[in-house]
C-alpha cells in the first residue's frame, strides 16, 4: 500500500492511499470532527472514501492535456495515467490549499523554497508555455500541478520585496 499524507491549509486531514491493485482510497484522521472537507462530493465521515468520488477528485487537480501529464511521468519517472502516482511527484501545491506529500516531505516541511526572478526570466518562462515543443513546464524541482488545459508557471509576489518569485 502506497500513501501520501494530505494538508488543507497546512493541517493534515488524512492519508490518500493505493493499494496493490491500483485503487485509490481517501480516509480522513480520526480527529477531524467536522471540519472542512477535501471535497464537497467527499464529507467528513470516519469510513474511507473510495471508487468514483475519489477517482475524480484526484484526478481533477491535474492537468486535463495528457501531453502534459506524459511530459511530467517522462520527467520524474511515473506513470502518467495514474493520477496518485502524478500526485506523488507534483502533489506538493495543487488549488484549492491542498498537498499530497510523501511521509519524508512531511518530516521536511515547511516547504517550498522559491527562486528570484526578473521581468525577462518571466518572460521567457510565459514563452514557452504553449508551444509544440514537448518538455515540462515544471523547474528547479517544482512539485506544483493545476488543473485545466493550459500550460501554467507558479509565482509570488513577496509584499514590500518589490519582486516576484519562482515557487
Same mark, same amino acid.
Given at each position: ?59 481533477? $487537480? $491535474? ?45 521536511? $516541511? ?35 500541478? $493545476? ?21
Amino acid at each position: 500500500m502506497k500513501e501520501l499524507h494530505v494538508l488543507l491549509d497546512g493541517q493534515h486531514i488524512g492519508v490518500l492511499a493505493e493499494d496493490d491493485h491500483g485503487r485509490h482510497m481517501f480516509q480522513y484522521d480520526a480527529d477531524m470532527g467536522h471540519g472542512t472537507p477535501l471535497s464537497l462530493s467527499m464529507p467528513v465521515r470516519g469510513e474511507a472514501w473510495s471508487g468514483r468520488p475519489v477517482e475524480a477528485y484526484i484526478d481533477g $487537480l $491535474l492537468p486535463d492535456s495528457m501531453d502534459v501529464r506524459t511530459r511530467i511521468g517522462n520527467l520524474y519517472g511515473v506513470s502518467p495515467r495514474n493520477p496518485f502516482a502524478l500526485l506523488s511527484v507534483v502533489g506538493m501545491d495543487c488549488g484549492g490549499a491542498v498537498q499530497f506529500i510523501t511521509e519524508e516531505q512531511l518530516a521536511g $516541511l515547511p516547504l517550498p523554497e522559491v527562486w528570484g526572478l526578473d521581468a525577462q526570466e518571466i518572460g521567457e518562462r510565459l514563452s514557452g508555455t504553449g508551444g509544440a515543443v514537448a518538455y515540462a513546464w515544471q523547474t528547479n524541482g517544482e512539485r506544483w500541478s $493545476l488543473n485545466g488545459s493550459q500550460e501554467k508557471i507558479a509565482l509570488a509576489y513577496a509584499d514590500g520585496r518589490k519582486q516576484w518569485y519562482e515557487a
